[in-house]
């Protein structure tokens, strides 16, 4: 079946540097991908849609200059947490659509901790 | 777009069926329903998806009732490993983007 990558799979940055997570889609080709964030006891909220190609579309309230994505290939797309904070600090998680297949692959996740 | 409600938490015996309910009462004709599950800190595993015909594969079953206002998920034969919170989520589609919306989900716990 479709299997999504992401790596790394944990990470602990000091507050004010950069992080860049990757999503790779290892058997098919993406267009659209997708970053969620998900916070202890919660939900998975939609970040942002990763078009390749093309500007991502990021939900309200995300910060568009904080949280870089880039969609430069059918099979990779990056997630760049700039000028992290303790606030940032979550579990980030791609998916992708792999048009043969039923249903959205999602990878392992990241998490990130910001000290 | 369409919500789900679903109950927050659920227990169930080992070995016995699981049943989770979900309700999505403002779906409308060309929405899908998908569960997905998500294990401790893993990110989440699709199940089973439908549009209103029951269906079944190796994981699940999952009954949509005739007015497409509810469905239930049903597990057969729960194991331990089907600990997890499980979401019942409706497709949404903008332009050509489909984007999936997960709600709070039901937490099950499945007991030995």
């Known amino acids: 079946g479709a299997v999504v990558s992401q790596h790394p799979s944990w990470v602990i940055c000091k507050s004010g540097t950069s992080v860049k997570i990757e999503c790779r889609s290892l058997?098919?080709?993406?267009?659209?991908m997708f970053w969620y964030r998900q916070f202890p006891k919660q939900s998975l909220m939609l970040m942002a849609t990763?078009?390749?190609?093309?500007?991502?579309?990021?939900e309200q309230g995300v910060e568009k200059d904080k949280f870089l994505i880039n969609h430069a290939s059918l099979t990779l797309s990056t997630l760049t947490v700039t000028s992290a904070h303790p606030e940032d600090s979550s579990f980030y998680i791609c998916?992708?659509?792999?048009?043969?297949?039923?249903?959205?692959?999602f990878g392992s996740g990241t998490r990130l901790t910001v000290v | 777009d369409a919500k789900t409600t679903q109950p927050p938490s659920m227990d169930c015996a080992e070995g016995r069926a699981a049943n989770l309910p979900c309700n999505h009462s403002?779906?409308?004709?060309?929405?899908?329903v998908y569960w997905y599950r998500q294990i401790h800190s893993q990110g989440p595993q699709y199940i089973i998806h439908?549009?209103?015909n029951n269906e079944t594969n190796e994981m699940a079953s999952l009954i949509i009732t005739e007015d497409r206002k509810s469905s239930t998920l049903i597990l057969p034969h729960a194991t331990l490993r089907d600990t997890a919170v499980y979401y019942c989520?409706?497709?949404?589609?903008?332009?050509?983007?489909?984007?999936?919306?997960f709600g709070a989900g039901t937490t099950v716990t499945v007991r030995a």
């Open positions: 998916s992708a659509r792999d048009p043969g297949s039923v249903g959205y692959t």
């Open positions: 058997d098919f080709q993406a267009t659209t």
């Open positions: 990763s078009n390749e190609g093309s500007k991502a579309t990021y």
């Open positions: 403002t779906i409308s004709g060309n929405e899908y």
């Open positions: 439908g549009l209103k």
């Open positions: 989520i409706v497709r949404v589609a903008r332009s050509n983007d489909y984007k999936l919306s």
